[in-house]
């Protein structure tokens, strides 16, 4: 085995950068990013639970569900950002908080796809 075999990829600056406000919580910039997804964690989870109450949801179903779908894009954007700012994609993909973030924002879109699904 060579040393370059062993080393970690070099990545791009601006993917250096990317990484950094994505995964260094002790940067200013990665604070503000990690408290604005725990934001966006809460108040998706609060629409999701909203939507569960029959009253509720039948007065604000529609607007509830553009809610949930505006998540899954805001989601969906930050796990292929956390895919681009690291150097092995497939490592994280397959880790825990990988498999998390893609279970995260699968299904909705895998709603989509079934007959009876209510987010049609």
Not at 30 to 59: N, Y
Not at 73 to 90: D, W
């Amino acid at each position: 085995m060579k040393p370059e075999d062993t080393e970690e990829p070099s990545i791009a600056p601006w993917r250096s950068r990317l990484h950094e406000v994505i995964f260094e919580a002790e940067t200013p910039s990665g604070r503000f990013f990690d408290i604005v997804l725990m934001w966006a964690i809460l108040i998706s989870a609060a629409a999701v639970a909203l939507e569960s109450v029959p009253e509720i949801r039948e007065k604000y179903g529609t607007q509830l569900r553009i809610i949930e779908w505006y998540f899954t894009v805001l989601f969906t954007i930050e796990y292929v950002l956390r895919l681009i700012s690291v150097s092995r994609p497939l490592r994280y993909a397959t880790s825990f908080f990988g498999i998390v973030d893609l279970l995260a924002v699968l299904p909705m879109y895998i709603s989509l796809f079934l007959a009876d699904s209510h987010y049609l």
